[in-house]
């Protein structure tokens, strides 16, 4: 198999990495900064700086095939995420970062011209953000079909009802639009069937924001993740996306490639740690010699090498398979990367922490954040087991025939 990437994917990553040394890296701690001593939900001002730098150079919307995007596969796309990756917030510098992805790919597939002229192309443009609303607090919604919020036609309107939360995007400022899954036909027999996503404006009435949620402490700002509640939330029925009972599919589409980049940029995260791991263990010194010289210190990183490469070329695999078959196609691969990417990264980090002892859990470096960001990834999109599950059925179906 070649995964000799196109002289273009080559080119956008020798720019992109050059953009990250002389402009992001420099100004990680400005940006932590500006987000703690500002207001938490507004963007920070040198993110604006950066988006538009990163414009001006050609480095915008790289996740995004055809004419909206870079022109590029996901395969070409997997080491530019990467490099967005090792740095939480970088992505956005680009107009690369979830939810507004995940969000952008379902209007440019399923939205309306008129859709797509009021919501996709401002986003496109990095002018707004949105939100994904999908998960509930009453329900295990690693079963999306357990979902009750209730989407119900009312003439001309659609009127929403229910409490979501982790709805990323939706503390910014910049959150204009958001996309709630819910139920429109709770009584179709056929469960996949019931679930509808529409387009609702962050600012419609009704729209009641309990709480940023935490993770290990961290509210994500200046995006977060807020438990919401939608109170006769009312919108116009042309907001409903690509139809009644549609939710489903649509969900199933936008997932897909979201999880593959989830597993790019964590990949980046995992290749810093142990860069930073390699750098303390020969810088530190204890009880008379580097920490380097230790033998299980040069397993720890090692073991974290192999595990990389591994990571990494499974992801690249599935990317391949994207590209080549589909994302329907690809789904084997996919759920095989998102368990074992975000597992890796969690203890590829976890590693770099012990070696870099008390810094390791502080604000420091990077790690205690990136670690909180990998082991939600266990989580986020579909816990372990939801995919491990998938995978096994479709492996006994594929190998368990009697021969």
Known sequence: ???????????????????????????????????????????????????????????????????????????????????????????????CSAPDTGNMEVLALYGTPEQKKRWLEPLLSGEIRSGFSMTEPEVASSDATNI?????????????????????????????????????????PNKHLQQS??????????????????????????????????DNVRVPAANML??????????????????????????????????????RAQSRIAFGKALGEQGS??????HSWCEIEQARLLTLRAAEKMDREGNKAARDMIAAAKVVVPGMTARVIDRAIQIHGGAGVSQDTFLAEAYTYARFMRLGDGPDQVHLAQ?????????????
């Open 391 to 403: 995978l096994g059925r479709g492996l006994l179906k594929r190998y368990g025939a009697p021969v």
């Open 1 to 95: 198999m070649d995964f000799e990437h196109s002289p273009r994917a080559i080119e956008l990553e020798a720019k992109l990495s050059a953009f990250m040394a002389r402009h992001v890296y420099p100004v990680e701690g400005l940006y932590r900064e500006q987000v703690e001593n500002g207001h938490r939900h507004h963007r920070p001002p040198i993110l604006e700086d950066l988006k538009r730098l990163a414009r001006a150079e050609g480095l915008w919307n790289l996740f995004l095939p055809g004419d909206h995007g870079a022109g590029i596969g996901n395969l070409e796309y997997a080491p530019l995420a990467e490099i967005m990756g090792r740095i939480s917030w970088a992505s956005e510098i680009f107009n």
């Open 242 to 279: 690509l139809g009644e009972g549609r939710g489903f599919e649509i969900a199933q589409g936008r997932l897909g490639p979201g999880r593959i980049h989830h597993c790019m940029r964590l990949i980046g995260c995992a290749q810093r740690a142990l860069e930073l791991m390699c750098a």
């Open 148 to 188: 009750q919020c209730s989407i119900r036609r009312d003439g001309n309107d659609y009127v929403i009802n229910g409490r979501k939360w982790f709805t990323s995007g939706a503390m910014s400022e910049d959150c204009k639009i958001l996309i709630v899954m819910g139920k429109t036909d709770p009584d179709n």
């Open 297 to 302: 210190v040069r397993e720890d990183i090692a």
């Open 197 to 230: 996503m529409v387009l609702v404006p962050r600012e419609t009435p009704g729209i009641r924001i309990v709480r940023d949620m935490r993770v290990f402490g961290y509210d994500d700002a200046p995006v977060g993740h807020p438990e919401i509640i939608y």
